[in-house]
């Protein structure tokens, strides 16, 4: 099944503590429905001294937010967009429903 978000994507996080506050998608966990998006929901990790991290201590991550839980951002409005998808000339194309831009290719339809 498609999905109507992938990395690399600007989206805008509709619910929850970050609500309107926008990212791009660093990582989609397709297993699970869920996202991670650079910026949103940040929290700390205690670390224990290794040889990687030395001094440990506490550091902050972006961990996953449910995939319903964000929307892709359309370019020519600025806002937040649902998605349907076209097929042209043999590929899948993602399209926003407000402005009708397109949003990126898929692959083979």
């Known amino acids: ?6 990395r690399g994507d600007t ?5 929850g503590a970050d609500k309107g ?5 660093l ?5 699970k429905d869920r996202v991670v998006v650079e910026g949103i929901n940040r929290v700390w ?37 649902r998605v349907k998808f076209e097929v042209r000339d043999g590929h899948k194309h993602r399209v926003a429903i407000k402005s009708g831009t397109d949003l990126g290719r898929l692959g083979k339809a």
């Open 45 to 81: 990790k205690h670390v224990r001294p290794s040889q990687r991290t030395p001094q440990g201590g506490r550091i902050q991550k972006d961990a996953p937010i449910h995939m319903s839980n964000v929307m892709p951002l359309d370019p020519s409005t600025g806002k937040g967009t």
């Open 21 to 25: 506050k926008t990212g791009r998608v």
């Open 27 to 31: 990582r989609v966990i397709t297993d």
């Open 11 to 15: 989206v805008v996080v509709i619910t």
């Open 1 to 6: 099944m498609a999905r109507h978000i992938k």
